[in-house]
């Protein structure tokens, strides 16, 4: 069964940080893009960041500078690192493989000032 299962989430106060961590299982192809969305209430789900394979990476402005993205392509994880956490970063967090028509349960992520 394919699963994206996301971790690592948490309340933290403005300038914190967390590190989320994005698993996916059951996979039997090598996995091409992987990326990062995030929903806060009321709002569209939106991109914040993208890997390749390669290691190539994209942010969305509102992050640049303050998360990074990585993955271990051997064990099929991706982390987000966020750093400088801001309280408009608070929402819901889900990794996603455009391979895959799938999400994962998400990781609630909370920044209070």
């Known amino acids: 069964q394919v699963q994206l299962v996301e971790s690592g989430g948490g309340s933290v106060q403005a300038g914190g940080s967390l590190r989320l961590s994005c698993k996916a299982s059951g996979i039997i192809f090598s996995i091409g893009v992987m990326r990062w969305y995030r929903q806060a209430p009321g709002n569209q789900r939106e991109l914040v960041a993208g890997?390749?394979?390669?290691?190539?990476?994209d942010y969305a402005d509102s992050v640049k500078g303050r998360f990074t993205i990585s993955r271990d392509n051997a064990k099929n994880l991706m982390y987000l690192q966020m750093n400088s956490l801001k309280p408009e970063d608070t929402a819901v967090y889900y990794c996603?493989?455009?391979?895959?028509?799938?999400w994962g349960q998400g990781t609630q992520v909370t920044v209070s000032s």
């Open positions: 890997i390749t394979s390669g290691g190539s990476t």
């Open positions: 996603n493989i455009p391979q895959l028509p799938i």
